[in-house]
């Protein structure tokens, strides 16, 4: 077995449940000894693109995600893998402290600590509350007397006698630290949100500032040296890494980014090279043809906040469509699935997408699938062979509503919601879309479909420039 022993100081920022300030503290504490002159690497529980974007403009270094529920112990050490040698590692827990995928807390932020051998430090919104809070820490305390739960950290207190009464009753009924206690900020709120979440960094027009501020209310209000410590706290532990022998497919990948598209996994794009992939960026906003390219990534985002700017790009779109035809091998997730249907529908405005899958996609104001999400593939197809598991995530607030290839789907979803009726996983040829995200250390041998037609086309490329030479 190939194995890592983790000695780098790191600690866990969690919360009570969502919404209690855990994103705020974590940004502030990884800029915060950022400036210090710190090297810190962040690490986000969960299958989370949005929070991890933050987290890496605040550190100034990628962000993994982490989470035991998509991951085996092999892929979740080599997510740790390439934090180590920092001076501090912050992983930002999801959800509530103990919120796993059941009663028992399975797959929980708490878990992934103990797994990490990580101190934890608590976020508390003390909104409306003052002795309560002690009542909740002690609780968290005593349900797993296994985990480190280090310290505490208040957040949104209102007046300076309710942080007294909060900071004694806690520090009384439970012995633990309180290192900080940050009031409501005044103004606009720094880390504004949508329908999926915070608004992404590349997309808020003040992402430094907001970072800045983060950065000066942790400085001000939280005892950084004392969190310094804590950090220091954390236990030596060994874990495994994955070993992946593969075939280097030599090929040049174009993938979308942009505001509309950038939920990608820095592990997926690093996976992609590491097989022998070139990736070339694409902004289908602006850029109105498709570079030389052997394939093309389109990932998740928000096609239907830019709807309008993807649909007046009709250059590009019957490009695509061509190449697709030549051959030209897709591979698009959530996203990227909607902008290849013939139609995106948007409140009372359709727009014309790129046409290469027969879809009719409609934007609904309520989620349609959300969470983990397990499927195999039941049908042949290029990408991958029949009986293969997939285990990754789907957060989406729209669906299919109409078009023929609706009923293309390869995929028997196990857990979670997909295309509806069980399905997911629409292959025309050799392009695939599915509301399924994949991460390359939950899903190793993701790439190697999608790789193997790209080769392929590289191949049928060349001979094309011979043949017309």
């Known amino acids: 077995m ?33 400036d210090r002159g710190l090297e810190v690497r962040t690490a ?98 005593e349900l797993d007397p296994d985990l480190e739960l280090a310290a505490v950290v208040l957040n949104r207190v209102g007046t300076g006698r309710q942080e007294d009464v909060v900071r004694r009753a806690i520090e009384r009924a439970t012995g633990i630290p309180v290192v900080g206690a940050i009031p409501r900020l005044p103004g606009d709120d720094p880390l504004p949100g949508r329908h999926l979440g915070l608004v992404t960094a590349a997309e808020h027009p003040r992402c430094e500032e907001a970072i800045r501020r983060a950065a000066e209310a942790v400085a001000r209000h939280v005892e950084l040296d004392r969190i310094a410590v804590l950090a220091n706290r954390a236990t030596a532990v060994e874990l495994p890494l994955l070993r992946l022998e593969v075939e280097s497919k030599r090929c040049r990948l174009g993938y979308f980014t942009d505001r509309a598209f950038s939920f990608y996994y820095p592990e997926n794009l690093q996976c992609l090279e590491k097989q022998g992939a070139e990736l070339v960026a694409v902004e289908p906003q602006t850029e109105d043809r498709l570079p030389e390219i052997d394939g093309l990534y389109i990932g998740g985002g928000f096609p239907e906040v830019y709807a309008g700017q993807l649909a007046n790009n009709r250059e ?93 789907t390869v995929l028997k979803v196990n857990r979670g919601t997909g295309m509806g009726d069980g399905r997911d996983g629409i292959v025309k040829g050799r392009v695939w879309g599915s509301y399924l995200h994949l991460h390359a250390l939950a899903t190793p041998r993701w790439a190697e479909g999608f790789l193997e037609l790209a080769a392929q086309h590289a191949v049928e490329r060349a001979r094309s420039a011979v043949a017309w030479a």
């Open 2 to 34: 190939v194995a890592m022993r983790l000695r780098s100081p790191r600690l866990t920022v969690a919360g009570l449940g969502g919404d209690a300030g855990k994103t705020l503290v974590s940004l502030g504490l990884a800029r915060a000894f950022a």
């Open 44 to 141: 986000k529980k969960g299958p989370d693109y949005i929070d991890a974007s933050w987290l890496r403009v605040a550190s100034g270094a990628h962000c993994v995600n982490l989470d035991s529920f998509l991951m085996s112990d092999e892929g979740i050490g080599s997510g740790v893998w390439a934090l180590r040698g920092a001076d501090l590692i912050l992983i930002e827990g999801n959800r509530g402290l103990f919120d796993g995928v059941d009663p028992d807390g399975t797959h929980s932020t708490a878990e992934l600590a103990k797994r990490l051998g990580s101190p934890v430090v608590l976020v508390v919104d003390t909104t409306k509350v003052t002795r309560t809070a002690a009542a909740m820490v002690l609780g968290c305390r």
């Open 316 to 408: 590009l779109a019957a490009g695509l469509k061509r190449r697709v035809a030549s051959g030209l091998p897709v591979y698009a997730e959530c996203g990227g699935l909607m902008y290849l249907a013939n139609e995106l529908v948007v409140g009372d405005s359709t727009y014309p997408m790129a046409g290469v899958l027969d879809l009719v996609v409609e934007q609904t104001p309520r989620p349609q699938g959300h969470g983990y999400e397990v499927a195999s593939a039941d049908v042949d197809n290029p990408f991958f062979e029949p009986g293969t598991m997939l285990t990754g995530h789907e957060f989406h607030y729209s669906r299919v509503v109409a078009g023929s290839d609706a009923r293309n």
